[in-house]
């Protein structure tokens, strides 16, 4: 974890593979990022709650949520 600039804590992980419901399993890069687009009700957001589920948190409970 860091501090930015304005005082936020910053936190850098990786997440090593993603297996989806259907079978499809994803191997993000190592280096880069990942980005999950497309239209709405599409399921970018149960996706993300779901990553949520596996992550642990180094003070507990959960990260905030704007």
Same mark, same amino acid.
């Given at each position: 974890?860091? %501090?930015? /600039? =304005? =005082?936020?804590?910053?936190?850098? +992980? /990786?997440?090593? *593979?993603?297996? +989806? $419901? !259907? !079978?499809?399993?994803? *191997?993000? &890069?190592?280096? !880069?990022? %990942?980005? +999950?687009?497309? &239209? $709405? $009700?599409? !399921?970018?957001?149960?996706?993300?709650? *779901?990553?949520?589920?596996?992550? /642990?948190? &180094?003070? =507990? =409970? /959960?990260?905030?949520?704007?």
């Amino acid at each position: 974890m860091h %501090t930015t /600039a =304005g =005082g936020h804590v910053g936190v850098t +992980f /990786a997440i090593s *593979e993603i297996m +989806f $419901n !259907g !079978g499809l399993k994803l *191997e993000p &890069p190592q280096n !880069g990022m %990942t980005l +999950f687009i497309g &239209p $709405n $009700n599409s !399921g970018k957001s149960a996706l993300l709650q *779901e990553l949520d589920q596996h992550l /642990a948190y &180094p003070y =507990g =409970g /959960a990260a905030s949520r704007r």
